[in-house]
């Protein structure tokens, strides 16, 4: 008889109903101690089975959300074992009657992606979407909102799964209206499947939002009140035989003194200073947004589930600034500039779902979604400029006005089938459809003098058109690599994707230009995993990703709100392609007797090569640099990434992340190379008096965040380093249905300077950035309802991940 050809199987069950419970933990454990031996997950017909076991007598741990855990011994022979029925009783309780102790930690490593669990971090209570972003190991978010991943902002974000209307327009603004209350985990993804679409040379970064699928009513409020920032939730559940509906809604409000100063010198051929510019720039902001969502399940019979989402999001803005413009050359100017903002942008989407499972064959499922979004915004600005005054008062000697009318609207349609192979292997295809249109209307009327009427500048103005069509199609196979003890610990996934790409713009700019284009790309990727024992596994993974770019690198309309620093975009460019290879190690340590039980450690090494990347292009005018963007550079990125975490205490968790990046950057357009180390170091660590003898400090808890990131290397410059933290407090209350949290944020310093230096033959920049940093605030959040336990079912949605923002 073969050592180890033990198994044991059974059907766990509802003590009242005598229902199967899908998806139920089942642990197998030694007859003492609490290290898992083996473990598994039940099936949708509650069935399980433990394979690969030595004979002997061992304990069987049973548990589910809502059901009691069951504890059973169990004996295990040299052959097939087959249990009799296992019932769990159900815990079905008012919330005031249980207290639940989550251990799941802040940051979980799984074979396929990375989770930041931000609804147990207590920092990020009161805060934004941005502010959860920073303490993501592997991401890095500057002072401004733009986000990298390992050192690159060809990156895709998605919220549950799908684009959101709310992302449509500006990324780094969107994060600063999302609560941070409101996000459940962020799951950073950098190898995807041929599933996902081309999703980003650099991969996706998925926010996914609390979402309760327990049965009952249940739900909760909160509210926050800072010295930046201010807003407040509300989340109701219900969820009643084959019918659930999730609610939430929220709104922010934030406060944004800015600051700035630019100095720049002019070269001539022979790098001789031939002018200067010298600028300093003082406003203030207040802007707010109301975001609501309502989400409809809907089970008719047993393999069938319709969903429908809805979405809605509005906000409002408005900002004063001065800008004090000192130029020095052969013909010098002085003058002061006070610009006044108004901006609101309206979006929604809408999206449904049928998922339709088959009996027996649990990995079989067919699915079609469809989703339409839509973004609107207006935003005008007044401009007045006042000569040979360092004070905007007076009459001004120039006036300018805006209305930028800009939208984008988008159709989804999706369909996707996995069908099972055998034990090991799984067949999936699936085809998309994505139908995108961006417009823009930008209307500037000027006045020169003190009296007049204002008069349209038509070289300035310029309205575009741009219509997107996307067709796609994929296949995936995903194997095991035989029956022999080591082959079932290999796994293997190869796919490819085919998209085809038409676009159609238009833009009047003098006169009406057209322009099309179309191209048809393969993406494949492939990976391979060893899994040595539950938790430890190598991959190996590469894949073949494409970023287009949209809109706002496309409009070739000329913003020039600063007439020494104008901007525009090239309807030229073509998307870019990476190719990405990973290699990563996970492991952790299970063993009750070891000071490291508990801890995780992930390390990857990565290689990202992008030959036609999209950089920005900096050229001088005269007295003027334009930036615009091309497909100039080679972009090639060597690195690695470390993670662990580990518990020292019982109640005292610790994670730390590091990334390392060597970016080498080429044009051979601009005749330019820049390269350069860049890095990202955070840690995080949080400590529950719970876990301690001292009875008054029971109901508290407290946690910390620091992070450092290394300058960047641009094309044609650098950007410099930044760094960040913040430490809360937490309190429960109202018998553990209600907590105060107190955060702060970089509370040592006000402000911090952001610095960005350019070089090239034409000129020299150095750029200052004073943002406001210091943030205080106080948060209360509140829980309420029933709550019953029945299996959820996998949800499905829409992800369009292939715009570069």
């Known amino acids: 008889m073969v050592k180890n050809a033990g198994s044991l199987s059974g059907i766990v069950r509802d003590s009242a109903t005598r229902k199967p419970v899908e998806f139920a933990s089942v642990a197998l454990l030694p007859p003492t101690g609490t290290a898992p031996i083996a473990g598994t997950v039940a099936d949708e017909q509650g069935r399980f089975t433990l394979r690969d076991l030595a004979a002997g007598s061992y304990r069987l741990q049973v548990s589910f959300v809502g059901y009691a855990p069951l504890l059973r011994a169990v004996s295990v022979s040299e052959r097939a074992t087959e249990l009799s029925d296992i019932v769990l009783k159900s815990s079905n309780q008012k919330l005031d009657e249980v207290t639940v102790t989550g251990t799941k930690p802040v940051v979980e490593v799984l074979p396929d992606r990375l989770v930041y669990n931000a609804d147990r971090d207590l920092t990020n209570k009161g805060g934004v979407a941005a502010d959860v972003l920073r303490k993501v190991p592997l991401l890095s978010v500057d002072l401004d909102g733009n986000v990298q991943l390992r050192g690159s902002s060809s990156v895709r974000v998605l919220i549950n799964n799908k684009p959101s209307s709310i992302l449509a327009g500006n990324l780094a603004d969107a994060l600063k209206q999302l609560p941070a209350d409101q996000i459940q985990s962020v799951e950073v993804i950098t190898a995807p499947g041929a599933k996902y679409d081309g999703e980003g040379t650099a991969g996706v970064i998925n926010i996914v939002l609390k979402k309760n699928k327990l049965y009952g009513v249940n739900g909760s409020v909160g509210s926050a009140a800072g010295n930046r920032g201010s807003n407040a939730y509300a989340n109701l559940n219900v969820r009643r035989g084959k019918v659930g509906v999730n609610s939430s809604a929220s709104g922010y409000v934030n406060y944004s003194p800015s600051a700035s100063s630019l100095a720049r010198n002019n070269f001539d051929s022979d790098g001789l200073t031939v002018s200067t510019l010298r600028q300093d720039s003082r406003g203030y902001g207040v802007g707010g ?264 690198y496309l409009n070739p309309y000329e913003n020039r709100v600063d007439k020494f620093n104008v901007s525009k975009g090239n309807p030229e460019l073509a998307p870019e392609f990476a190719d990405n290879y990973d290699i990563s190690y996970s492991t952790f340590v299970n063993d009750s007797s070891s000071f490291w039980n508990g801890a995780v450690l992930n390390l990857s090494v990565f290689s990202r090569q992008t030959n036609n990347a999209i950089e920005a292009v900096r050229t001088r005018r005269a007295d003027t640099v334009l930036t615009t963007y091309g497909n100039i550079a080679r972009n090639a990125s060597y690195g690695g990434s470390l993670y662990g975490s580990c518990k020292p205490v019982p109640g005292w968790d610790i994670g730390s992340s590091a990334t390392l990046t060597y970016v080498v950057l080429r044009s051979g357009a601009l005749n330019t190379t820049n390269e350069g180390l860049i890095f990202s170091l955070n840690t995080n660590t949080s400590f529950r008096f719970s876990a301690t003898r001292i009875k008054a400090l029971k109901t508290f808890s407290a946690q910390a965040f620091a992070g450092l990131n290394s300058s960047r290397v641009q094309l044609q410059g650098r950007a410099a380093a930044w760094s960040w933290y913040s430490v809360g407090l937490r309190k429960t209350i109202l018998h553990d249905k209600g907590d105060l949290t107190f955060n702060a944020d970089n509370f040592l310093q006000a402000r911090r300077d952001q610095k960005t230096e350019l070089q090239t033959a034409q000129f020299a920049l150095e750029q200052h950035s004073y943002i406001p940093l210091r943030s205080l605030r106080l948060s209360f959040g509140y829980r309420f309802g029933k709550i019953d336990t029945r299996p959820s079912r996998a949800r499905h949605s829409v992800r369009n991940d292939d715009a570069k923002e």
Request: aromatic letters at 10%; hydrophobic letters at 25%.
């Open 289 to 552: 947004s109301g975001d609501a969502r309502l989400t409809l399940d809907y089970d008719p019979a047993k393999h069938h589930n319709f969903t429908l989402g809805l979405h809605g999001n509005q906000g409002r803005n408005h900002s004063t600034s001065r800008q004090i413009n000192d130029f020095v050359g052969p013909r010098p100017q002085l003058f002061t500039r006070a610009t006044d903002s108004r901006s609101s942008a309206r979006s929604f989407d809408v999206s449904g779902s049928y998922t339709h499972t088959f009996e027996g064959q649990r990995r079989r499922e067919w699915s079609v979604l469809a989703q339409h979004l839509r973004n609107r915004s207006l935003q005008p600005y007044n401009l007045d400029q006042y000569d040979n005054r360092r004070t905007a008062s007076g009459l001004p000697s120039y006036q300018e006005t805006s209305r930028n009318e800009p939208q984008s609207i988008e159709t989804t349609l999706q369909t996707d089938y996995a069908h099972p192979l055998g034990e090991r292997r799984t067949l999936e295809v699936g085809g998309k459809a994505i139908l995108r249109r961006a417009l823009s209307d930008y209307q500037i009327d000027t006045l020169r003098g003190e009296t007049g009427p204002f008069l349209r500048d038509q070289r300035r103005s310029n309205g575009f058109d741009y219509t997107q069509n996307i067709a796609a199609g994929y296949a995936s196979y995903s194997f095991g690599f035989g029956g022999s003890k080591l082959g079932k610990k290999l796994n293997g996934r190869l796919g490819t994707r085919l998209e085809r790409t038409d676009i159609v713009g238009r833009f009047t700019q003098y006169a009406e230009t057209r322009f099309s284009s179309g191209y048809t790309t393969l993406l494949p990727n492939a990976n391979v995993s060893f899994t040595r024992k539950p938790g430890n596994t190598l991959r190996l993974a590469y894949g073949r990703r494409v970023q287009r770019p949209n809109i706002s």
